[in-house]
């Protein structure tokens, strides 16, 4: 009788993806509803597993009959955190890249932002706040956001601290929404944007901080928002939210995304 179970490198390499796709798929829906329904459906496949060992025929094909249906019903109901995933296989790894799939399929080319934009954004960042003036500005770093963009008024205009704020001023018709800055241009204002479905959040954010949070967590964008009320600056990246930053906080990570994407 063999004591111990043999285990080769690849059985080693098997287990630490699938611990590390399931860790993924727990940071992609903790906090959302989609978690509840995960383990509700993981309670259910267990007692199925439970009542197929005992043999009890009737409630065991019941229970497989809706497993089955159950797995269709979950593509649809983790429709978001499926392409979140996805999303994050294609944009943390650099295959497209890599191979020049970028270049093949872009159909333009988009000038990067420099150090002297993300001056620009930090200085209207910092007027905003001091005068608490709500902004929402959305920053992609790959992709190009064009539904997002599409869904508000194009501007294509050069980024500059004095624009930003002229868009944020309370009596301006552009004012309500998200800026979105494509490379070194603000591409477009008044643009709607997806709320995040997390429920662990402080009940005391406003709109602002949920969309921001949520183009964070379904796009590789970031997302800086100023708060209306106190005027403190926010950086939503990857559907966390880092609360109440300084500006050498922000200009710290807009350097280390936007100039390193460059």
Not at 49 to 69: D, W, Y
Not at 88 to 115: D, W
Not at 133 to 161: D, M, V
Not at 210 to 221: K, M, N, P, Q
Request: net charge neutral; hydrophobic share 50%; charged share 20%.
């Amino acid at each position: 009788m063999t004591l111990f179970i043999s285990m080769r490198l690849w059985d080693v390499i098997d287990i630490l993806l699938v611990a590390l796709l399931l860790y993924q798929m727990y940071r992609i829906i903790k906090g959302t509803v989609a978690f509840s329904i995960f383990i509700g459906f993981f309670l259910v496949y267990v007692c199925w597993l439970v009542i197929k060992a005992m043999n009890m025929e009737l409630l065991g094909t019941l229970m497989g009959q809706f497993i089955s249906v159950g797995v269709l019903a979950l593509i649809v109901v983790f429709q978001p955190e499926i392409r979140r995933f996805l999303l994050l296989i294609g944009t943390n790894y650099q295959l497209g890249r890599s191979f020049g799939l970028e270049k093949l399929f872009t159909s333009e080319k988009i000038k990067p932002a420099t150090n002297l934009h993300i001056k620009e954004i930090v200085r209207a960042c910092e007027n905003l706040s001091r005068s608490k003036t709500g902004a929402l500005i959305i920053i992609p770093t790959r992709s190009e956001l064009k539904e997002i963009i599409q869904s508000g008024e194009k501007i294509n205009g050069r980024i500059s601290s004095a624009l930003l704020e002229t868009i944020f001023f309370k009596n301006t018709p552009l004012h309500d929404g998200a800026v979105v800055v494509l490379g070194s241009r603000i591409a477009a204002a008044r643009c709607i944007l997806p709320l995040t479905e997390r429920h662990d959040l402080d009940p005391n954010l406003g709109l602002r901080h949920r969309a921001a949070l949520g183009i964070s967590e379904v796009t590789d964008a970031m997302a800086i928002v100023v708060s209306e009320e106190t005027g403190m600056i926010s950086l939503a990246v990857s559907g966390e939210l880092m609360h109440k930053i300084s500006v050498v906080q922000l200009t710290t990570e807009l350097e280390r995304v936007i100039v390193a994407e460059a």
